[in-house]
Each structure stands twice: as C-alpha cells, then as structure tokens.
C-alpha cells in the first residue's frame, strides 16, 4: 500500500491502524488512535559524536537551524542510512563519516556508548552517542553540499564558560552537548 496521506499502514494489531496524515522528502507525520508522531523516510536513526582531541578540547559545531529560527551549537551528528550510497553502513562507519564531513577530523575508531530514543513523545527515532577515538584533522570542515557549518574545538576545562558565553550571544546549545560531555568526563 503507497503511503500517501490519509492511508492506513498495518501495525502488530489490526485494532491500532496508523494514519498517514502527511509525508515529505524526510518525514511522514502519523496518526495512532490520538497520537500524532513524525518517522524519518528512509533513516535508521541519527548519530551524535563525541570526539575528543588529544589536546583535551571538544569538537562542536555551530549551524543554523531552521525549526528554531537560529544558530546552535551541538556535537556533529548525521542521520544513519538515509542515503543511497550509505544505506546499510553500520552506526560507527556512518559516524566517522560524518564526523569528517562536518569537522574536517577523522576518527581512527568509534564506540557505541548509548543508544536510545531522541525524543520519544514526537518520533520513534533513535538516537546512538558514539565516542571518536584517536582523532586526526584532515581538513577544514564545513559538512557537505548546502550545509554551512562553523567548527569549534574547545578546551574541555573551560567548555562550560564558553558555551555560557554563546549562550548570552544568542546561540541555543543543543542538550545533547551535556549529555557528550557527561560522558568524557566520566573517563
């Protein structure tokens, strides 16, 4: 069955249908009894790297994000599997990959250290922490085609009066930044 908006989609149980309200280029939006909820079209989830230099600094970037009508500053992330080249790498190959897309640093390694829902209240997604080890730079960054992203590598020791500072100039700090650092500092 196509899904086009206003189609059913089957689930485990006849008696909960789920609704196509709407579908873009990257996101079905859904309805379940009355819960309405986004999948991402053709992804298997999201990565969101840690990557730590050996001169004890995190690499961050700082983008423009539309849906907050403003510049943030987050760890470097990609979606896993949502492009036809990339579709079945495994979570730590996509990781590294985006990673030096990003961040001009690639990583020689890369280890899962969480995995879980990204917002589970609006998406079924899940979202996979993974530690870059063994970083190299390579080039300047910036991402890949339109992407227009700044890199930022910051010392770890004085990271949280830097992200104060973007703060009060404007930047939104993206949470899962804290959620990277939790676990660097746990090492």
């Known amino acids: ?34 819960w309405e909820y986004v999948r991402r079209v053709n992804a298997r989830g999201a990565a969101f790297i840690v990557a730590r230099t050996d001169a ?21 992330a990609g979606i896993i599997g949502d492009e036809a080249e990339h579709r079945d790498e495994s979570i730590e ?14 990583g020689a390694r890369a280890e899962i250290l969480l995995s879980g829902p990204t917002a589970p209240g609006m998406s079924g997604e899940q979202g996979h922490f993974v530690r870059a080890h063994d970083l190299v730079r390579t080039g300047p960054g910036g991402g890949v085609g339109n992407e227009e992203i700044t890199v930022h590598v910051v010392p770890i020791a004085s990271i949280d009066d830097w992200l104060r500072t973007q ?17 660097l500092r746990r090492a």
Request: proline share 5%.
């Open 56 to 76: 004890d600094e995190l690499v961050l970037v700082e983008q423009h994000r539309v849906p907050l009508h403003a510049r943030t500053i987050e760890l470097p």
């Open 1 to 34: 069955m196509a899904d086009n908006p206003g189609s059913l989609l089957r689930t485990d149980s006849m008696d909960d249908p789920i609704e196509v309200l709407a579908e873009g280029r990257f996101l079905r939006l859904l309805k379940e009894g009355r």
């Open 167 to 183: 703060q009060r100039a404007g930047l939104q700090i993206d949470a899962r930044v804290f959620v990277g650092l939790y676990f």
């Open 93 to 106: 190959a996509s990781a590294l990959r985006e990673l030096e897309e990003e961040t001009g640093f690639r």
